[in-house]
């Protein structure tokens, strides 16, 4: 090969070497405009914001000033800092915050009392503006006179009923002692409470104090409105601030004590309630049928329901009176023909409720209960009816009838209306013995509440099969209607089919009321427990329960709410620290101490997600 073509091939190669390189050169370039992706800017931030400084500085005595400014190391933003920022002790016209890129500044609307230290709780309503990264519990203070208060006391607060934390309540500090401070004047120091339940009464003053709580619907800092919920301690309490002492190894060989100090109390617990002060009201009346007419309240009535008709006119009995299990709703029914076939009923009604001083009075309301007749129906050809159209008769119908019986269940019958009338020779009950029915003596009585509900009392067999019968016009309605014949088969459940629960409580209250509770928190069974504590729940259907103690000081059967009058705190529960599984043809041995009972730990297993 000659020296030109030696040549030709060097340049050849020089030449592709260059156009590789632009050709990658190009692609970088192409590549790299198309991109979409974002540069990598370092970690996530995840700190929230730092105070750096503040104009006055934080604890500053002598402040006469209007507006404080608190400077931060990053953006700030605040989130419902109207609801969220309490001012301790609380001012008439709330402080304008306002935030400024790094700054937070506060404006005072009104004159600051003298001598007087402030303590200005953001809660969680300061972030930083990029990641929302909250600055928990921020609180700023300082003083109007020549001394800080420094002194703090702390707890949780629950609800009475179910031991759940309660948050964005105010827990107030009274220094003056009466028995009537909470009703008539604003707290010396307040707090909210966090999402658990948890408070702290910041800067308060040594001396003693009463710790009230207070869900505050119109937000003047005192209880004056029926329906808000309300809490106190029971003690009088005494701020104190402890001084500790902590070792800290720091190596083998030598031991290094820390000095630290503890602001007491740190654990008061406080149980919310809604005291039983409703005002009495009717919340509703209804005709939806010609024969019936409906009152519904807001509460339980205290006395049964006085009634006078005014039109029209009678001089007979023209209604039966029913109430509902809870007494809040009255049914009338109808029995005077001239009522029914009215579609005006001008009644007088009269119930108790309380006046100014606390006393039970009659009110009365009139009222006209009109019913509309409803529209829409199908127009039918007069003429003849078809000879196989048989004659459609009206009979009175009782509700479904139950085809599986409990052990300890009732069998009972529903009417859609009072009876005037039943035959006990027309009804008859027989237990199911291979192909043979055997007659059985039974009882048949009428509810004690629900007056349209019976109930057939005998002593069920487990597994064993039944069956009710009842002749055509055994049972006749307050209308003249009467029942078809009846024939109903049934079976009780086997043993096997439930749980049993065996408990032993240690050192038991006479007043202590266990409650076995199914998921809804709803008691299926209770009793008191016996001087040896030992008890046990049979025929428990297969499930998951919680076992609670109810303090039942009035022996009433039932949790009954607090009075801030009479001084009595809502009756005390204790819950059992786990739920119970109850399987079928299980026994369950339980033993438990209630005095042990550790409500931090019940809150946080079974009450934290539930507010």
């Known amino acids: 090969m000659g020296i030109n073509g030696i040549n030709n091939i060097k340049f050849r190669i020089l030449t592709t070497l260059v156009l590789s390189f632009w050709t990658l050169f190009f692609l970088y370039l192409i590549f790299s405009c198309a991109s ?10 995840e700190e929230p914001p730092v105070m750096l400084r503040s104009t006055p500085p934080i604890n500053s005595l002598n402040f006469q000033g209007k507006e404080i400014v608190i400077y931060f190391d990053e953006i700030i933003q605040l989130k419902d800092v109207f609801q969220k920022l309490v001012v301790s002790p609380p001012m008439n016209k709330r402080p304008v915050v306002i935030t400024r890129g790094k700054s937070m500044i506060i404006t005072f609307e009104e004159e600051l009392q003298a001598n007087t230290t402030y303590t200005l709780d953001f809660a969680d309503a300061i972030t930083d503006n990029n990641e929302g990264n909250i600055l928990e519990n921020f609180r700023f203070s300082f003083s109007t006179g020549i001394d800080i208060d420094s002194l703090a006391i702390s707890g949780y607060l ?42 702290s009464i910041q800067n308060l003053a040594e001396g003693e104090y009463r710790i009230y709580a207070l869900e505050d619907a119109n937000r003047n800092y005192f209880y004056d409105q029926p329906g808000e919920r309300i809490a106190w301690h029971p003690e009088i309490i005494t701020p104190i601030v402890e001084y500790r002492e902590q070792i800290d190894s720091i190596a083998p060989d030598s031991v290094h004590i820390n000095k630290y100090h503890v602001y007491l109390p740190d654990s008061l617990k406080l149980f919310i309630f809604q005291e039983d002060n409703a005002v009495q009201y009717l919340k509703d009346r209804k005709r939806q049928t010609r024969n019936k007419v ?21 001089d007979k009995e023209w209604f039966i009176y029913e109430k509902n299990i809870f007494n809040d709703s009255i049914s009338l029914w109808l029995i005077d023909s001239t009522f029914i076939k009215s579609d005006t009923l001008l009644v007088s009604i ?13 009110k009365k309301d009139t009222l006209n209960a009109y019913f509309f007749e409803s529209g829409g129906g ?65 009882s048949f009585v009428q509810d004690s509440i629900h007056l349209r509900r019976y109930l057939i009392n005998y002593p069920w067999q487990p597994g064993e099969k039944y069956v009710f019968t009842a002749d055509s016009m055994a049972f006749t309605d307050i209308y003249g209607l009467h029942t078809d014949a009846i024939s109903h088969s049934f079976g ?24 076995i509770l199914n998921r809804q928190e709803i008691p299926v069974r209770q009793t008191y427990i016996p001087p040896n504590g030992k008890i046990g729940f049979q025929f428990l259907y297969p499930g998951d329960y919680f076992i609670r103690i109810v303090e039942d000081n009035n022996r009433n059967g039932e949790w009954d709410t607090g009075n801030l009058n009479e001084k009595i705190q809502p009756e005390h529960l204790y819950y059992y620290p786990e739920t119970v599984n109850v399987r079928a043809n299980w026994e369950i041995f339980i033993e438990w101490n209630p005095k042990e009972f550790d409500i931090y730990d019940f809150v946080e297993r079974h009450r934290k997600k539930k507010k």
Request: proline share 6%.
């Open 36 to 45: 979409t992706g974002y540069p990598q800017g370092g970690p996530k931030d």
């Open 158 to 199: 629950f609800d009475a009923v179910d031991l759940s934390p309660v948050a964005g309540a105010f827990i107030m500090a009274y220094s003056n002692l009466s028995d009537t401070v909470f009703t008539t004047q604003v707290p010396v120091r307040l707090a909210k409470t966090a999402q658990n339940g948890s408070f």
């Open 294 to 314: 409906d009152f519904i309240f807001n509460r339980s009535l205290k006395e049964p329901l006085q009634i006078e008709v005014i039109k029209p006119i009678s």
């Open 350 to 362: 009269g119930y108790f409720v309380k006046d100014s001083l606390d006393q039970y009075i009659i």
């Open 378 to 442: 199908t127009t039918q050809k007069r003429g003849r009816k078809n000879e196989e159209e048989s004659e459609h008769i009206e009979m009175l119908q009782p509700a479904s009838l139950k085809r599986s019986l409990e052990i300890l269940g009732n069998f009972d019958i529903i009417f859609p209306t009072p009876l005037s009338n039943y035959d006990l020779s027309m009804l008859n009950l027989y237990q199911q013995v291979d192909t043979n029915r055997v007659p059985i003596n039974f």
């Open 492 to 515: 009780v459940k086997t043993v096997d089919s439930y749980g049993i629960i065996y408990i032993a409580i240690e050192n038991p209250d006479k007043n202590w009321l266990l409650q």
